[in-house]
């Protein structure tokens, strides 16, 4: 993760956010003490609402990051990770709940 994952990811969220420098780190989406969990997933990141998650098409902040999620974040990890893309229709594969918890779960989402 340190060698692959976290140069290709840090090097996207930059472009996204229009940063020179890298903010990303471990602990962005393993919580504050990913050590003590062994970097367990999902972790760290803020809970999605599977019946309401952000559309990709509307105009907000909040599309604008789910269309970044979508075409860029899921698939680039889903490659890195050498995973397929979730497939809605066998509900396999790496996508959004892979990394975020959903509302309601049992996992515990760090600030």
């Given at each position: 993760?340190?060698?692959?994952?976290?140069?290709?990811?840090?090097?996207?969220?930059?472009?996204?956010?229009?940063?020179?420098?890298?903010?990303?780190?471990?602990?962005?989406c393993?919580g504050p003490?990913?050590?003590?969990?062994?970097?367990?997933?999902?972790?760290?990141?803020?809970?999605?609402?599977?019946?309401?998650?952000?559309?990709?098409?509307?105009?907000?902040?909040?599309?604008?990051?789910?269309?970044?999620?979508?075409?860029?974040?899921?698939?680039?990890?889903?490659?890195?990770?050498g995973?397929?893309?979730?497939?809605?229709?066998?509900?396999?594969?790496?996508?959004?709940?892979?990394?975020?918890?959903?509302?309601?779960?049992?996992?515990?989402?760090?600030?």
């Amino acid at each position: 993760m340190t060698w692959v994952v976290l140069p290709n990811m840090a090097q996207r969220f930059q472009a996204f956010a229009g940063t020179a420098n890298a903010t990303l780190t471990c602990r962005s989406c393993h919580g504050p003490d990913p050590e003590s969990v062994a970097y367990r997933m999902p972790r760290g990141l803020p809970a999605l609402d599977p019946a309401h998650l952000p559309e990709a098409s509307d105009t907000d902040q909040r599309g604008r990051t789910a269309k970044f999620m979508i075409e860029t974040v899921t698939p680039t990890m889903a490659d890195l990770l050498g995973e397929p893309s979730y497939d809605p229709k066998t509900e396999r594969g790496f996508g959004c709940f892979k990394c975020h918890p959903a509302v309601g779960s049992s996992e515990r989402s760090a600030p």
